[in-house]
């Protein structure tokens, strides 16, 4: 069998023997092991789009379960709802919950996210704890069955195929979910916002979505739970649950979603099984399994710090990317400005970090299906320059317009859905994501499915478009070789290639290029020259920085010189190249020594 084979098969064949227990007889306890480990599995894949996928940590996951749980315990006890009240509003609680501080947290940066979540657990804990209708600390119990129709699932055994289909749903959605257009921005998000900002794709509310499916299994999870425990109190949903839930994930594989599902049945069994075994040597009960627990798991992360089913995965390798179909219906591809369109205009345009004048009062032009250079020496202010166009940064003073309205003040995401494209000084991409996926990011404006068509699999039409101009432009690029390896295993120019391909994936009007030709060998920057050149015959725009004078010189239309955040020259480079400031700025000389 073909290792991928084998790794879309082996965790579907294990769920399939887990789901013979019952019918063969397994002992009660061991079912009942089962059912908790599917119920916090349901949390750790909650925490595996969240903190694996999206880079955002959380411990306060118990807090969403609790909700889920009382929710469903007090409506379940107080009102006699069904099952199906019971699960709508624990998620309607726990998406409102989510949503609430999601908009306070998910923009914050850093540790603070984590203490939110912290602090948000610790509140919850005492809120369930002090609330009268609650039970306070003693909870609420007598919780009736689980009811489908006319059956009451009272028993371990009854209750079990509930838990682990809504696990394999769970598993089957993620998944879909992973592999589809916004899939691919949550898993881009743990690199940071600015490239897929440049693509004008709204990372922020990407992450309050992937804040708010977490907190939705959880709240399914604390469903399950109420009625397989049939009984609720405020000690399940502490922050030590909180942090047990992540480190499941952790000890898994954080970024794998069969991970979950290894990380719970790891943790449930060893804290189960050391419980035992301690007291029957020590002769006394306590929490000893604790402490063995801590250092079993800290030597197994020292040996597999990518967790248990991480390094199963590495070994076998990541699962081939589909090749595109040459049959594919390409995406349509909106009219280019006619040649000579005034596309940017940068006037008296000004930026100062403090004391400090990085860009002072610039003014230039860049017109449909010209080349402009942007070039000067090393500190001239030509990156900040491209920062301030691209709405990277806001600019100190003066205006840019582009396409003929102000831009000025506008974020780099509504600038892309203008049309505007860019590649950056220092590469900006996803090493563990495929070459092709990292190029389908840069099309993601040009697609519409959400969450909902992707995890009911109605995406594929678009998913194989969006495949085919990812791989389009790659092959333009000179990259189609490579769509099925993982980013970061190429070269570094070819990496700033891959950044062209995903640019060109926007449509854009206009192109800037942050030094494309840095790392490239002489024949890969004579084609990257004739691809820029027939984007110019196709009226595209280009504005690029770039260090080789060489390939400048024998590309561009006209030249804007800097110096010291300073334009000193511009116009044709026959011209540029002779200028007493220019090669002044450049050779430190008045010289009339000719560049390039």
Not at 324 to 329: I, Q, Y
Not at 513 to 530: C, F, I, M, S, V
Request: hydrophobic share 50%; charged share 15%; net charge positive.
């Amino acid at each position: 069998m073909k290792p991928a084979t084998l790794r879309r098969a082996a965790p579907w064949a294990a769920l399939a023997l887990l789901a013979l227990l019952p019918p063969l007889g397994a002992p009660p306890y061991w079912i009942t092991l089962a059912n908790y480990i599917g119920v916090s599995a349901l949390v750790a894949l909650g925490l595996v789009l969240l903190t694996g996928q999206a880079g955002l940590t959380s411990f306060g996951q118990s807090a969403f379960v609790g909700i889920g749980a009382y929710a469903t315990a007090w409506l379940a006890t107080t009102q006699g709802s069904g099952p199906l009240v019971t699960l709508l509003a624990s998620l309607a609680l726990a998406t409102a919950s989510a949503l609430l501080l999601g908009l306070i947290t998910v923009r914050l940066q850093g540790h603070y996210l984590p203490l939110c979540t912290i602090a948000w657990c610790l509140s919850l804990f005492y809120l369930f704890g002090n609330v009268e209708a609650l039970g306070k600390f003693d909870g609420i119990t007598n919780i009736p069955p689980l009811r489908l129709g006319p059956w009451a699932l009272e028993r371990g055994d009854e209750i079990f195929y509930v838990i682990w289909g809504a696990v394999a749903l769970a598993v089957i959605a993620l998944r879909q979910l992973l592999d589809s257009r916004p899939g691919r921005v949550i898993r881009a998000l743990k690199k940071g916002a600015l490239m897929e900002e440049s693509c004008g794709i709204d990372t922020a509310a990407y992450k309050l979505l992937a804040f708010v499916i977490a907190a939705q299994l959880a709240g399914v999870a604390g469903w399950l739970y109420a009625y397989l425990q049939r009984a609720v109190n405020p000690t399940p949903f502490g922050l030590g649950y909180g942090i047990e839930y992540l480190f499941m994930a952790v000890v898994g594989g954080l970024t794998q979603v069969w991970g979950a599902l290894v990380g719970a049945a790891l943790l449930t069994l060893v804290k189960d099984g050391l419980q035992r075994v301690l007291s029957l040597l020590l002769g006394q009960t306590g929490n000893f399994e604790v402490i063995v627990f801590g250092m079993a798991m800290i030597l197994l992360l020292q040996r597999a710090p990518e967790g248990l089913w991480g390094r199963v995965a590495q070994r076998i390798g990541r699962l081939p990317v589909p090749v595109p179909a040459s049959n594919e219906a390409p995406l349509g591809l909106q009219p280019q400005p006619p040649q000579g369109r005034r596309l940017l205009e940068l006037r008296a345009v000004r930026k100062t970090f403090g004391g400090l004048v990085a860009v002072n009062d610039i003014g230039f032009a860049v017109d449909a299906g010209e080349i402009v250079g942007l070039i000067g020496p090393n500190g001239a202010g030509k990156s900040t320059l491209f920062n301030l166009v691209s709405g990277v940064l806001p600019l100190t003073s003066g205006e840019v317009q582009f396409m003929g309205q102000p831009a000025t003040g506008l974020a780099s995401r509504q600038l892309a859905r203008r049309r505007l494209g860019r590649t950056f000084q220092h590469v900006r991409l996803v090493p563990d994501m495929s070459v092709l996926d990292n190029v389908m990011i840069g099309a993601h404006l040009r697609g519409h499915r959400g969450v909902l068509a992707s995890v009911l699999g109605l995406n594929g039409r678009e998913e194989a478009a969006l495949r085919r101009e990812a791989a389009r432009q790659l092959q333009r690029v000179g990259l189609g070789h490579a769509l099925d390896m993982d980013a970061g295993a190429l070269a570094l120019g070819q990496q700033r290639t891959l950044e062209i391909a995903r640019a060109l994936c926007l449509d854009p009007v206009l192109l800037l290029l942050d030094e494309p030709a840095a790392g490239l060998r002489r024949h890969e920057k004579q084609a990257l020259a004739a691809l820029l050149a027939q984007l110019r015959s196709e009226g595209l725009a280009v504005l690029l920085v770039e260090h080789d004078m060489e390939f400048v010189m024998g590309l561009v239309d006209r030249l804007v010189v800097m110096d010291f955040g300073t334009l000193i020259a511009q116009g044709p480079p026959a011209q540029v190249r002779h200028d007493p400031r220019v090669l002044a700025a450049y050779l430190g000389v008045d010289d009339e020594v000719p560049l390039g």
